[in-house]
């Protein structure tokens, strides 16, 4: 439960971090580019504990990567307005079924 748990908040944290990313504008603007590393920081902490209580490397990055994609792809839509194609809205569709498949034939820890 706790590797899990760790993982989501590495997700969350990763995700924001990306969209302060975009939010720093080339690191021109302080808190957000503060926010960043702050982001990052915590996701890699957070996906070195989930890893270190059981996580499986494979298991944990595929959906640390898998799904922080999907999230970061809705949030520069909601946030920002970006637009997604039907290529590309196939393609988050593709890597969920990955992170669904990864997590039905494997363990998680």
């Known amino acids: 439960m706790y590797p899990l748990l760790l993982l989501l908040v590495a997700i969350v944290a990763e995700v924001a971090a990306t969209v302060m990313l975009k ?27 989930a890893l270190k209580l059981g996580l499986n490397l494979g298991t944990g990055y595929a959906m640390w990567a898998g799904l922080g994609a999907l999230a970061a792809a809705v949030a520069g839509t909601v946030l920002f307005d970006e637009h997604l194609t039907h290529t590309a809205i196939f393609g988050i569709v593709l890597v969920l079924a990955g992170v669904l498949l990864i997590n039905l034939t494997g363990p998680t820890g």
């Open 23 to 49: 939010s720093a504008d080339g690191f021109s603007r302080l808190v957000p580019s503060i926010l960043v590393f702050v982001g990052y920081a915590t996701s890699y902490i957070a996906l070195g504990f």
